[in-house]
């Protein structure tokens, strides 16, 4: 994605899309989640992540601390999800 730094340059450069991936920059984290999830054991753990978060729902007795648990869950599950499917694209 385009750097927001960028974005008043007076040009639609950084219209362009997504960054190339000889361009990726140092540190990003997103190539490092697709090599850890690409085999079938990682395959297998994201599986499991999404079934123990994603897919779990809480009854309406549930406590407020109980729904901010799961959703605190939920949120870093969803990183780890973005930032794998960013690093298969890099």
């Known amino acids: ?3 927001p730094a960028d974005w008043n340059n007076g040009g639609w450069d950084w219209l ?3 960054t190339p ?4 920059p ?5 190539p490092s989640f697709a090599r850890c999830f690409a085999g079938p054991d990682g395959v297998r753990v994201l599986a499991t992540l999404k079934a123990m978060t994603l897919g779990r729902t809480l009854g309406p007795d549930a406590s ?3 729904l901010r648990d799961l959703e605190g869950q939920r949120r870093l599950v969803a990183l ?3 930032l794998t499917a960013r690093g298969q694209g890099a």
């Open 1 to 3: 994605m385009a750097d």
């Open 80 to 82: 780890i999800l973005a």
């Open 21 to 24: 991936a000889e361009a990726v």
């Open 16 to 18: 362009d899309g997504a």
């Open 64 to 66: 407020d601390a109980a």
């Open 26 to 30: 140092a540190g990003d984290p997103a």
